[in-house]
C-alpha cells in the first residue's frame, strides 16, 4: 500500500520530527510512506473572514498540486467521520483490497484546508471534537495507521 500523507507549514519541533521518524520507520515495513509538506501561508494573527479563505485557498492550491488523479483522499476535518482505531484498520484492508492502495491523507494548515480540497476529498476524517495542532496531528495519524497496520496483522501492540 501507498500512504500519503500532504501537510501544510514545515514542522520545526524535535521531539515531533523524533515521533514521526520512529513511526514512519516502523510503517516502512508494511508500506511505503510519503510525507509531503507544502508551505503555508503566512498571515497577520488578525485576518479578516475574506482573507482567512485567500489563505486557504492558497494553501489548497498547494496541497491540490501534490495530490495524485488515483489516490484516495482523506481529509482530516473536526466535521468529518470519528472512527476507532479498528474501523481505520478495517477501511484499509478494505482499500487496499478493493484498488484504492494509494491513500492520501490531507492536513490542513492553522485555518483549515480550502473548499476546493474538501471537495476533491473523497471522505472527511475526523480525531475528535477537539482541536490539535495541524503540526502534532501528523505524528498522531502515523501512529494510529502504524496501529492500524498492526490489528490488520494480528500482530501485538502495546496498550
Not at 508494511?30 to 485557498?57: F, G, N
Not at 483549515?112 to 495541524?134: C, I, N, Y
Request: net charge neutral.
Amino acid at each position: 500500500m501507498n500512504i500519503t500523507i500532504v501537510s501544510v507549514g514545515k514542522l520545526k519541533e524535535k521531539y515531533l520530527k523524533q515521533g514521526i521518524e520512529e513511526y514512519s520507520k516502523r510503517l516502512s515495513a508494511y508500506a511505503r510512506v510519503r510525507l509531503i509538506e507544502v508551505p503555508d501561508e503566512k498571515a497577520p494573527e488578525h485576518l479578516s473572514e475574506a482573507e482567512e479563505e485567500q489563505v486557504k485557498q492558497r494553501e489548497g492550491e498547494r496541497i491540490l498540486q501534490q495530490l495524485k488523479p488515483d489516490q484516495h483522499v482523506v481529509a482530516l476535518a473536526i466535521d468529518g467521520e470519528m472512527w476507532s482505531s479498528e474501523k481505520l484498520a478495517q477501511e484499509l484492508d478494505a482499500w487496499a483490497t478493493y484498488g484504492k492502495s494509494s491513500v492520501a491523507f490531507v492536513i490542513g494548515g492553522s485555518l483549515g484546508l480550502s473548499d476546493e480540497v474538501m471537495q476533491r476529498a473523497d471522505m472527511k476524517l475526523s480525531f475528535s471534537k477537539m482541536t490539535f495542532p495541524h503540526q502534532l496531528m501528523r505524528l498522531i495519524l502515523l501512529e494510529q495507521v502504524y496501529r492500524a497496520f498492526k490489528i490488520i496483522r494480528g500482530e501485538p501492540y502495546h496498550k
